[in-house]
């Protein structure tokens, strides 16, 4: 007990009918038996509707909890210096509050004035102007099946990830402050110019639509998608591209200088010679020993198994300019 209560940052599990325990440093069945939060408690994950009352009023008087998972009611409070908070998927609270028979906005204070990442999974209520805090870098929405209102995101908002969101994005709802948007299964077509221009990295997942020039900001850094049934067209990718990440092979039309290209699949694919890549990762299972190569590659990571490979040598096809290979896994 003392090597527990000399830790901090430590992780407080309740409920929980995971044998898993060792990765949590205090474990409760009985909310009754915790008189209350450790000091030394960062990390809270509810995994119980028991004593949900006690149990939240006890996190709510915290002065340690920066994250908490699972969380079940607004009613008690939140503690003042959290930063992470999930909901629990089946949290069914509006952020208003009814009194004398009419709807408020929830009051200043009750989302922690520190919050920076909030997850809401299937959320059954629309989400008002203003509710969310201004320190908000992070949002998660799961299955929200509301319009996104103007001016609902905070404007200093750094990351967004979408996930099946039935509603179209609408022109200028997104902050200027994004840096990284995250879309699965998107339903709709993305029209030019509802990605603001400071997008850094953008993820696009089971996306049914083509990509239409002027979709991607012109200062893109970072591109990953996956499940994309349509060629790339030419002009769709902005030359400030450093990264792409497809689980396809590129179409030939493409011609571009990449830092950093890795492919994740089951078996190695034939690189375009029309790509220039600095360095390449690869995950894959590799069937033969000689790999062929674009010309230009500086660097490769190989994290694959190779006892595949009959003669267990690597031949990079008379390609001269390779300065670092890095292989893991080999067997």
Same mark, same amino acid.
């Given at each position: ?184 299964s998107y339903q709709h077509e993305i029209r ?41 067209? =030419? ?15 590129? =179409? ?80």
């Amino acid at each position: 007990m003392k090597s527990i209560q000399s830790k901090t940052n430590c992780k407080l599990d309740i409920g929980s009918k995971s044998s898993q325990y060792s990765i949590y440093d205090y474990h409760y069945d009985d909310i009754k038996k915790l008189n209350s939060i450790p000091s030394n408690v960062s990390n809270i994950y509810i995994s119980t509707d028991d004593g949900t009352e006690y149990l939240h009023t006890l996190i709510s008087a915290s002065q340690s909890v920066t994250m908490l998972v699972g969380c079940r009611t607004f009613k008690y409070g939140l503690p003042v210096p959290l930063r992470y908070l999930q909901l629990d998927y089946n949290f069914d609270e509006p952020l208003l509050y009814l009194e004398d028979d009419s709807n408020q906005e929830i009051p200043p204070g009750v989302l922690p004035d520190l919050l920076r990442t909030i997850t809401l999974y299937s959320y059954p209520y629309e989400i008002p102007q203003g509710v969310l805090p201004k320190s908000l870098h992070t949002i998660n929405l799961y299955s929200y099946q509301y319009d996104i209102l103007p001016g609902a995101l905070p404007n200093g908002l750094r990351k967004l990830s979408l996930y099946h969101y039935h509603n179209e994005i609408q022109l200028n709802l997104l902050p200027n402050s994004l840096r990284t948007i995250n879309l699965y299964s998107y339903q709709h077509e993305i029209r030019p110019c509802v990605l603001p221009n400071g997008v850094l990295e953008f993820n696009l997942h089971s996306h049914e639509y083509d990509i239409r020039p002027g979709v991607l900001p012109d200062g893109l850094q970072k591109i990953t998608i996956i499940k994309y049934k349509h060629e790339i067209q =030419p002009g769709v990718l902005p030359s400030s591209l450093k990264i792409l990440f497809v689980d396809e092979i590129f =179409p030939e039309t493409m011609r571009y200088h990449l830092e950093v290209l890795e492919f994740k699949k089951h078996i190695m694919p034939q690189i375009p010679s029309n790509i220039k890549i600095d360095k390449l990762k690869l995950t894959a299972e590799l069937g033969k020993s000689v790999i062929s190569l674009p010309s230009g590659v500086k660097s490769i990571n190989f994290f694959m198994d190779l006892s595949n490979s009959k003669d267990k040598i690597i031949d990079f096809g008379g390609v001269v300019e390779i300065t670092t290979a890095h292989i893991d896994h080999v067997h």
